[in-house]
Structure formats: structure tokens, C-alpha cells
């Protein structure tokens, strides 16, 4: 889409999708078919925005930005879609509350009624944001600069079918995209029942959102420092995904044996609980830009959209796949858990057997000098 649009138009075009599926969940039907109806409709408009917002990243930094510059400005684009998503964990414990009775409310705010005005309140204040970010890039955006900022900004790339042709016939691209699509599906699968899978060990829903919005902040700060570093030393994109994915497997592993204290006599305290969830988030969360990096660097002159559109495909596939075995394993999560430090130590063994390159930033340097 950014290839054949350009950046303002997909831009566009992907608010404008944001603001009619969330306009649909805001429309006042008292009819509750009709209602489910719209809302799944406005779902799927705003899921097929989706893929633009998760993948613009890599192709808006290496159009406007320089090559000293482009990994932190890929941190900042990709992490920022994530600061979103450490704000859902606190929205939907804070302003909704539960109807299960995990949290001392009063048995009028726990009413039916009032739940459904809260959740109301909720989509309303989504719908204003979204038409606000339309307004703004309807008034000003443009799709690239007055003149290229490097060679690889200038440069011209590949047709889809040459594109998908070279992706899937590069054993390096196909190793670190599933060193990217295996840890991240997990992790975004579990993150999404993260408040079941603490109940069994006394947290609450509140304070899982909490835990889930501490580890998402914190992977931002890291990743943009991170991305930072790797700007100022370029050539080091593997070293700092192998601290990365090594701290991960120690932090998911630390956890997975925490929730099993029974067996592993582990102190199970809310100290232990937040650290090792917050430290995952971090080091998972942190890795994005550097993955997204090293995947244009692998494979260039392939369009940046098009590489991290594939990439974020298997990851999602990887999360729908746990998602449907929950379906039917629901009762117990210590499988689940099991499955974080697995995908990690299998993604830290794939970046170990990976040759890095660095074709991209290869061009840049002897053409421009």
C-alpha cells in the first residue's frame, strides 16, 4: 500500500477506516442484533487498518530520515503504537468495572446499566481521537520530503512479485522473521488473558493492567535507547537482539517457575510477579524496532512495507494459534506460561545462527561516499 499510494494517501486512507469502524460502535441502535452487528463491522475496519500502523515504522524512517537517525526513528514510529496499547491496560480496569467482583465496588456502580454507560463512555472518547489524528493528517502530511535524506531513500525497489519471490526463497529472512513471529505472537496472546492467568495467584484485574502498562513503558524507554545505540555503532542490530531475547528467556523463565511456587518453592509475592511480567515486557517489547531493522537490512532493495507486513502476518498467526488452543485449555494456564520462555530460548537460538547483514546501510555508505 505504501508502495503503490505513497505514504499521505495509505495514511489517510487508513484513519479515515479507524474513524468509520469506531463511528460504528458508537451508533445509539437500541436493537442488540443490530448493535453486535455494527460493532463487529467497526472491528473490522479498524483491524484492517491494522497492518499499516504496526508496519509504516521502517518505511517512514527510511524516507525522511537520514542513516544515523533511522533506527531511533523506527523505535519512536513502532513504539508509540504500543504506549497506545500500555493505555488500554489502564482504561479498561479504571473507567469499566468488572463485573465479576475482583474489585470492592458498590453494588449500584456494578450494575448492568452502568457498565454499559462506562464502555459507552469509552468508545465515544475513542471515536474523538481517532477523528482528531484524521483532521490532522487531512490538514498536513505529507508524503515525503523535498529532497531524499540518503541514497536508499531514493532508490528503487522491487515489485511485489519479486518481493515475495526473494522473501521466501531467503533462509536468513525466514530465520529471524520466525525469531520475531514466535516470542511476539506469545507474548501478545498471553498479554491479552494476562489478567486470567494472574487470578489463580490472587491479582487482580487492575493490578494485572497495571503490570501490563508498567512493561509496555518500560519497552518503549529501552527500545528507543536501544535504537539510539545502534544508530551510534552501527553493525551491532544481532548483539542487541541476543541481550534482548537472553533477558527475555530469563525473565518468562523466572516467571513461569515464580507461578509455579508450590513445585519450585519460588517466593510468589506481587514484587516477584510485577518484576518478571515488567522485565518480559521490556526486553520483548524493546526488540521490535531492532527486529524491524535488521529485516529491511536482510532483505533490501524489498519495500520496507511489504517485509514487515509478513513478518507481522506469521506473528499474528502464531498469536491466533495459542489463542484457539485456549479455547479448549482453559482451565489451567501453566502450559501457556511454559510456552513464553520456550518461544523465547527457540528465538534467541535463531539470532545465534544468523549471519547478519547489512545491505541497506552498505549502499548508503559507498554511494554516498
Known amino acids: 500500500c505504501f508502495f503503490i499510494l505513497g505514504l499521505r494517501v495509505t495514511v489517510l486512507l487508513t484513519s479515515s477506516l479507524m474513524v468509520l469502524g469506531a463511528g460504528l460502535r458508537c451508533v445509539p441502535v437500541s436493537d442488540l442484533e443490530i448493535r453486535k452487528k455494527l460493532i463487529h463491522g467497526g472491528q473490522l475496519l479498524n483491524g484492517l487498518a491494522g497492518p499499516t500502523v504496526m508496519n509504516a515504522a521502517p518505511f517512514l524512517s527510511t524516507t525522511w530520515f537520514s542513516p544515523d537517525e533511522r533506527a531511533t526513528a523506527t523505535a519512536i514510529a513502532s513504539l508509540l503504537n504500543y504506549l497506545g496499547a500500555a493505555g488500554a491496560f489502564l482504561?479498561?480496569?479504571l473507567v469499566v468495572p468488572p463485573p465479576n467482583g475482583t474489585a470492592q465496588l458498590l453494588a449500584s456502580q456494578s450494575s448492568a446499566e452502568h457498565i454499559k454507560d462506562r464502555i459507552e463512555a469509552v468508545l465515544y472518547a475513542e471515536f474523538g481521537m481517532v477523528s482528531l489524528i484524521f483532521s490532522a493528517a487531512l490538514a498536513y502530511f505529507p508524503s515525503r520530503p523535498p529532497f531524499p535524506p540518503s541514497v536508499a531513500a531514493a532508490s528503487q525497489r522491487l515489485s511485489y512479485r519479486r518481493s515475495f519471490c526473494r522473501l521466501l526463497s531467503n533462509f536468513r529472512f525466514l530465520m529471524i522473521a520466525l525469531a520475531y513471529a514466535i516470542p511476539l505472537g506469545v507474548f501478545s496472546g498471553w498479554s491479552g488473558v494476562l489478567d486470567l492467568i494472574l487470578t489463580p495467584v490472587h491479582v487482580s484485574q487492575v493490578d494485572a493492567g497495571w503490570i501490563g502498562f508498567w512493561s509496555i513503558v518500560g519497552g518503549c524507554v529501552v527500545g528507543i535507547a536501544m535504537a539510539r545505540f545502534a544508530d551510534f555503532i552501527r553493525g551491532m542490530l544481532k548483539f542487541i537482539l541476543l541481550l534482548l531475547l537472553s533477558g527475555a528467556t530469563l525473565a518468562s523463565t523466572w516467571f513461569t517457575l515464580t507461578c509455579l511456587s508450590s513445585v519450585t518453592h519460588l517466593p510468589l509475592t506481587t514484587a516477584t510477579l510485577y518484576t518478571s511480567c515488567i522485565l518480559l515486557g521490556i526486553f520483548l517489547n524493546s526488540s521490535v524496532p531492532i527486529f524491524f531493522e535488521l529485516f529491511v537490512e536482510t532483505v533490501y532493495p524489498v519495500p520496507e512495507g511489504i517485509t514487515c507486513g509478513v513478518v507481522t502476518f506469521l506473528s499474528n498467526v502464531f498469536m491466533g494459534v495459542l489463542l484457539f488452543f485456549l479455547t479448549f485449555y482453559h482451565t489451567e494456564f501453566s502450559w501457556f506460561n511454559w510456552c513464553l520462555p520456550g518461544s523465547c530460548l527457540l528465538s534467541l537460538l535463531l539470532i545465534l545462527c544468523?549471519?547478519?547483514?547489512?545491505?541497506?546501510?552498505?549502499?548508503?555508505?559507498?554511494?554516498?561516499?
Not at 354 to 369: H, I, K, Q, T
Request: net charge negative; proline share 5%; glycine share 6%.
Open 91 to 93: 482504561v479498561g480496569p
Open 354 to 369: 544468523f549471519r547478519e547483514s547489512y545491505d541497506r546501510l552498505y549502499l548508503d555508505v559507498v554511494v554516498s561516499v
